[in-house]
């Protein structure tokens, strides 16, 4: 069996190429297919989430504790619109600084936590220990926990329901690799992955979804308005049929993926984009206020 670190290394390998795969074949973005005829899209009942628009900050493996200080001078310093719920994910170590320092205008999230009760699992924190410190939110599915660390969907969805019961809200990710999107399997990717956190999942009220198409995170390559759209309102599609219309109606999806101070308003206008998980751009004080106040385009579309 490979060591570790040539595993990790093999992983990352894996990532780094996945990246460069969708660079280079950015040129051609416009011709990627969905995964569904144009004919079925146009009969997609879009009904947009009622909930307040929502922005997520996920600052994954990065910082230190004065930098992390001076982002948080600066997001405390910003000002907010109060139509929109705004959530930051700091690295474990760092969720006490946060929570000692940053406003309650901000709510706090773990980036993964445990399948179950804390024991004896090297390395990993439990949904308890989150609680216990004022965490109230969790990411989980990420596409690098996915494709990177290994997770698989039922493990994803077993999670989640876990993270639930102890009254940690979830953020859900879901998101096709570029390959299944050039194959046409966007749809059936979202749906197998939507699929596992419905087994698994009995109450949406604390779940907010976020679509983030792998070939978009951290590449600098956005999905365009018009291809997020036409997968939010299909994920919609998918929860009214084998969820509910309640749940359809009410629960938010939200976009992640290059999302900028610069794209992030396009983007919000689109009635199945119901906010944003932003990476590289969170770690910005103003720029992520910029993306926060986005909401402002959405109120002007509607």
């Known amino acids: 069996m490979a060591a570790p670190s040539s595993l990790a290394s093999s992983h990352l390998s894996r990532l780094a190429d996945l990246r460069r795969a969708a660079v280079n074949a950015a040129p051609q973005q416009h011709q990627l297919r969905l995964g569904c005829s144009r004919r079925r899209a146009q009969r997609l009942v879009a009904m947009a989430g009622s909930g307040k628009f929502f922005v997520g900050g996920n600052w994954k493996c990065n910082g230190t504790k004065e930098s992390i200080s001076k982002l948080i001078s600066d997001l405390n310093a910003a000002t907010l619109e109060n139509d929109v719920d705004v959530v930051v994910a ?4 760092y969720i006490d600084q946060v929570k000692n320092s940053l406003t309650d205008r901000i709510e706090v999230s773990a980036q993964n936590t445990w399948i179950g009760k804390g024991g004896a699992f090297t390395g990993e924190i439990s949904a308890e220990q989150l609680v216990d410190i004022g ?11 996915r494709h990177v660390i290994g997770e698989d969907d039922q493990f994803i969805g077993k999670k989640a ?17 570029l390959e299944e ?10 749906f197998k992955q939507m699929k596992a956190f419905a ?12 679509y983030e198409p792998v070939w978009a995170i951290g590449t600098g390559k956005v999905a365009s308005p018009e291809q997020a759209q036409e997968v939010h309102a299909a994920v919609r599609d998918w929860l009214k049929t084998n969820v509910s219309a309640d749940v359809a109606s009410s629960v938010r999806i939200i976009y992640g ?4 101070a610069a794209n992030c308003a396009e983007l919000a206008k ?6 944003f998980l932003v990476g590289g751009a969170s770690l910005k004080g103003p720029d992520f206020a910029t993306i926060c106040n986005s909401v402002t385009s959405k109120k002007v579309a509607a």
């Open 181 to 190: 999107r050039e194959a046409g399997k966007t749809f059936d990717v979202c």
């Open 257 to 260: 993926g290059s999302v900028n």
């Open 90 to 93: 700091p690295p474990f170590i």
């Open 135 to 145: 965490c109230q939110w969790v990411i989980l599915g990420h596409s690098e926990r």
């Open 270 to 275: 689109k009635e199945d984009i119901d906010g």
């Open 199 to 210: 087994d698994n999942i009995t109450n949406w009220t604390d779940v907010v979804i976020a």
């Open 161 to 177: 329901a876990y993270a639930l019961s102890q009254n940690l809200k979830v953020m859900a990710c879901i998101g096709e690799l």
